[in-house]
T-cell receptor, first 117, second 111 residues
């Protein structure tokens, strides 16, 4: 079974600054996917970024980038030039690449990010 | 494209009542799933389906039933509601290894 740990229940950042959210995971799988989801107060679950474990290059989506350290089982999210609209809960999630559990997402407990004007 | 549609958005039940949460997707995704979200717990998988006629249990299946008679629909049934089932419920769908698309959620309160 996989576990996903987000050690920061709450964080805050000044508008236009950079913030990094931490995520660690535990698995015996070699190939898998990692995700960051954003949940604003509207409650929607929005995919922010996805990383395939077999890719060494870190994924980037505009102001969002990840630092993927496979050996350390670490997957942090960096948000650059923070905007008020980034205020949300952020969830880290894991999914095996293949096998019986390959469709199932395992989520961390989330980090509540507040962007301060 | 409507994506993943969940109904209702809000519901209040009394203990012991039954109800069905509806989920429909129009993307022809073979995989659909139900999660519940509780404060401080993240999202936990209740049941999932990898295609019409095929369902399986997730992490927290007790008290819930599902069926998948069509590709589009994946209803979640509470046969006898309990206060412990007060939660926000999300339905999601995906194709193969692609990212999961989530519905807007159903907030369920059981008194």
């Amino acid at each position: 079974a996989q576990t996903v740990t987000q050690s920061q229940p709450e964080m805050s950042v000044q508008e236009a600054e950079t913030v990094t959210l931490s995520c660690t995971y535990d698995t015996s799988e070699n190939n898998y996917y990692l995700f960051w989801y954003k949940q604003p107060p509207s409650r929607q679950m929005i995919l922010v970024i996805r990383q395939e474990a077999y890719k060494q290059q870190n994924a980037t989506e505009n102001r969002f980038s990840v630092n993927f350290q496979k050996a350390a089982k670490s997957f942090s999210l960096k948000i650059s030039d923070s905007q008020l609209g980034d205020t949300a809960m952020y969830f880290c999630a894991f999914r095996p690449y293949s096998g019986a559990g390959s469709y199932q997402l395992t989520f961390g407990k989330g980090t509540k990010l507040s962007v301060i004007p | 494209n409507a994506g993943v549609t969940q109904t209702p958005k809000f519901q209040v039940l009394k203990t012991g009542q039954s109800m069905t949460l509806q989920c429909a997707q129009d993307m022809n995704h073979e995989y659909m799933s139900w999660y519940r979200q509780d404060p401080g717990m993240g999202l936990r998988l209740i049941h999932y389906s990898v295609g019409a006629g095929i369902t399986d249990q997730g992490e927290v299946p007790n008290g819930y039933n599902v069926s998948r008679s069509t590709t589009e629909d994946f209803p979640l049934r509470l046969l006898s509601a309990a206060p412990s089932q007060t939660s926000v419920y999300f339905c999601a769908s995906s194709r193969g290894g692609g990212p999961q698309h989530f519905g807007d959620g159903t907030r369920l309160s059981i008194l």
